[in-house]
């Protein structure tokens, strides 16, 4: 019963490389998301989908590219990352949208 | 754009004293949801409120919704130090339909 898990738990990069953070969830819920938590701003949607090839940006997208070729995994990339991309970044996934969202354990960033 | 904001910030309290965190939203919500997130945790949900002037409770912990769907809060009778954490509201967002839109949190503390 694996539910949401989110790979790797820590990443240290240097700015400018590309990372990708990995979720993977085993209840075939539609709906996917990302967030990213910093001290003082809660938690910032990135991008979501709403089914396999179907995202869409949330409220901070810049700087980050998602796909979804399968229900159960969505990945998040950073293509060149920044120091303010160091972040605690959350994926989570729900049945529909708006309702109770079921989070990974997250992965915390460190860009130097 | 929409705001989800949730007041105290922080809140530091004695074990045994009662803890309460407001959520006010700037657009009417279909539904508000609460989550708690441990130290080094993840989000975990605890609960989804719907009609307008809804309460329920779990426990010790009392949820209310507004009559005017914009706001909700959290009450906790008699705190226990298992009750430490941060606070979430969240609500669906009107600029991502199918995602929640979270408030910055009230992070409890408790001393006993």
């Known amino acids: 019963d694996a539910g949401i898990t989110q790979s790797p738990r820590y990443k240290i990069t240097e700015t400018g490389r590309q990372v990708t953070l990995m979720c993977h969830q085993t209840?075939?819920?539609?709906?996917m998301f990302w967030y990213r938590q910093d001290l003082g701003h809660g938690l910032r949607l990135i991008y979501y989908?709403?089914?396999?090839?179907?995202?869409d940006k949330g409220e901070v997208p810049d700087g980050y590219v998602v796909s979804r070729s399968k229900t159960e995994n969505f990945p998040l990339t950073l293509e060149s990352a920044t120091r303010s991309q160091t972040s605690v970044y959350f994926c989570?996934?729900?049945?529909?949208?708006?309702?109770?969202?079921?989070f990974g354990q997250g992965t915390r960033l460190t860009v130097v | 754009g929409q705001q989800v904001m949730q007041i105290p910030q922080y809140q530091h309290v004695q074990e045994g004293e009662d803890f309460t965190t407001y959520c006010n939203s700037s657009?009417?919500?279909?539904?508000i949801q609460w989550y708690k997130q441990r130290p080094g945790g993840h989000p975990v949900f605890l609960i989804q409120?719907?009609?307008?002037?809804e309460v329920k409770k779990q426990k010790r912990l009392t949820f209310q919704f507004g009559e005017a769907k914009k706001n909700s809060s959290l009450h906790i009778t008699a705190t226990q130090t298992t009750d430490v954490g941060t606070y979430f509201c969240?609500?669906?967002?009107?600029?991502?339909?199918?995602?929640?839109?979270f408030g910055k949190g009230t992070t409890l503390s408790v001393s006993s």
């Open positions: 969240a609500g669906p967002s009107n600029q991502a339909g199918t995602a929640l839109i």
């Open positions: 989908s709403a089914a396999a090839d179907i995202t």
């Open positions: 657009t009417t919500l279909s539904n």
């Open positions: 209840w075939s819920h539609s709906y």
């Open positions: 989570a996934s729900s049945v529909t949208g708006n309702t109770e969202a079921f």
């Open positions: 409120l719907v009609k307008s002037g």
